[in-house]
């Protein structure tokens, strides 16, 4: 499995960022793909993820309602879409794929992750 996480970029703060994930390879139509982010000198935390088959959706609770996550089937693409984006949203944002059903927040439990793409956020 291979994941390239892309659209990163600078913004600015009140910005509105889509990030992609497209996975290739040995895929699982059963998986679960989430999104994390690590900011400088902090450790990884998970931000949303979506069952493959029924497009249910997980997110933390910090990023409810101004973050979503999407799938495009055909595409074998993930999406996360940011929205009114601050400067503590300055991270590498990172796409992670495991192949079974359960949502982990631990980003130890996730076998595949994409190379990262940086988004800062200027004020």
């Known amino acids: 499995v291979q994941l390239q996480a892309y659209g990163g970029g600078l913004v600015q703060a009140g910005d509105s960022l889509t990030l992609s994930c497209v996975a290739s390879?040995?895929?699982?139509?059963?998986?679960?793909m989430g999104w994390f982010r690590q900011a400088l000198g902090k450790e990884r935390e998970f931000l949303a993820a979506i069952r493959w088959n029924s497009g249910r959706t997980n997110f933390t609770e910090a990023v409810k309602g101004r973050f979503t996550i999407s799938r495009d089937n055909d595409k074998n693409t993930v999406y996360l879409r940011i929205n009114d984006l601050k400067p503590e949203d300055t991270a590498v944002y990172y796409c992670?794929?495991?192949?079974?059903?359960?949502?982990?927040?631990?980003?130890?439990?996730?076998?595949?992750w994409g190379q990262g793409t940086l988004v800062t956020v200027s004020s």
């Open positions: 992670a794929l495991d192949p079974g059903t359960t949502i982990y927040r631990n980003p130890w439990n996730w076998n595949y």
């Open positions: 390879g040995r895929t699982f139509r059963s998986n679960v």
